[in-house]
Nanobody
């Protein structure tokens, strides 16, 4: 079992930026998922343990960047040009099957961090 702790959420105006961090207890594929009120949880972005394979949802492609620092066992999600529709609780999770076409949550989840985009 991998322990995951997210940080970096907050309130930001439309067009602003935030960087989320996911500190993991081991080196593994990691994904960011989000859930808005009244909506199902959706995959946002994933990165393989090597950092070579990455996935981005169409809705965030070109605005969000996923990266990792394996020396710190930390995965980052840089979110730029934020929109009100990006408002959600963001979770990191262990992930498998990571490619440009998609990824799957494996089963270990963090507690979530709230991101609110509003003027």
């Amino acid at each position: 079992q991998v322990q995951l702790v997210e940080s970096g959420g907050g309130l930001v105006q439309p067009g602003g930026s935030l960087r989320l961090s996911c500190a993991a207890s081991g080196i593994t594929g990691i994904g960011w998922f989000r859930q808005a009120p009244g909506k199902e949880r959706e995959g946002v972005s994933c990165i393989s343990s090597s950092g070579i394979n990455k996935y981005y949802a169409v809705s965030v492609k070109g605005r969000f960047t996923i990266s990792r620092d394996n020396a710190k066992n930390t995965v980052y999600l840089q979110m730029n040009s934020l929109k009100p529709e990006d408002t959600a609780v963001y979770y990191c999770a262990t992930a498998v099957g990571i490619s440009a076409a998609g990824c799957y949550a494996k089963g270990d989840w963090g507690q979530g961090t709230q991101v609110t985009v509003s003027s």
